[in-house]
Every structure is written in C-alpha cells, then in structure tokens.
C-alpha cells in the first residue's frame, strides 16, 4: 500500500516558522497534483494548501500569505513552508495528493505555543 512519509514538525513560538516535507513515491508524485492538509483537535481534516504537477499553487485563505507550498519533481519531495505561525496553526498535518486518493500516513505534529 502507498503511503506518503511527513516530516518537519515540533515546537514553535507564535510568529516562528517551520518547513514540512512529504516524501512519496515517483509512481505517486509523477501522475498527481500535491496537497498538505491538516487536523486540528477536534476539528475535520482540512486542505490548507495544494499544488499542480507544473508547481501552481492555491491556498485557504486562512494560510494565504504565510505559507508557502512548493515542489522537487526530481526529489519525489512536497514542502509547506510556514511563515508567521499562529495557535491556530496548531494541528497533525499530513500530505497526500489533491484530491486526496492514497492511505494517509501518520502525519506530523505542529504546535504553535508560547
């Protein structure tokens, strides 16, 4: 079964930052467009920020202009830069592809606390 690998997560300041990663497989990354979402206690899984196979990106408004979602085609590799963190960032985030068709992995912690 497919699953896709989150790393990046931990401890971070209000206004801090913090870059995600998603490594997945090249059968996975070369067909689909890419996606970071996230679950925040007690909340549903969200989409915060999705990207094409060209790197076009589009984000919820909630992350618009503080995150940034980029791609390394021949890395196999999804990033989330998170610039200005806020508390309500805090949340599991987990990528997958957009629309989201693969197992979800175990996903990566981020909290935003002072």
């Known amino acids: 079964q497919v699953q896709l690998a989150e790393s990046g997560g931990g401890l971070v300041r209000p206004g801090g930052s913090l870059t995600l990663s998603c490594a997945a497989p090249e059968s996975i990354f070369s067909i689909y467009n890419m996606g970071w979402y996230r679950q925040a206690p007690g909340k549903q899984r969200e989409l915060v920020a999705r990207?094409?196979?060209?790197?076009?990106?589009n984000y919820a408004d909630s992350v618009k202009g503080r995150f940034t979602i980029s791609r390394h085609n021949a890395k196999n590799t999804v990033y989330l830069i998170m610039n200005s963190l806020e508390s309500e960032d805090t949340a599991v985030y987990y990528c997958?592809?957009?629309?989201?068709?693969?197992?979800w992995g175990q996903g990566t912690q981020v909290t935003v606390s002072s």
């Open positions: 990207i094409t196979k060209d790197g076009r990106g």
């Open positions: 997958n592809t957009f629309p989201a068709q693969v197992n």
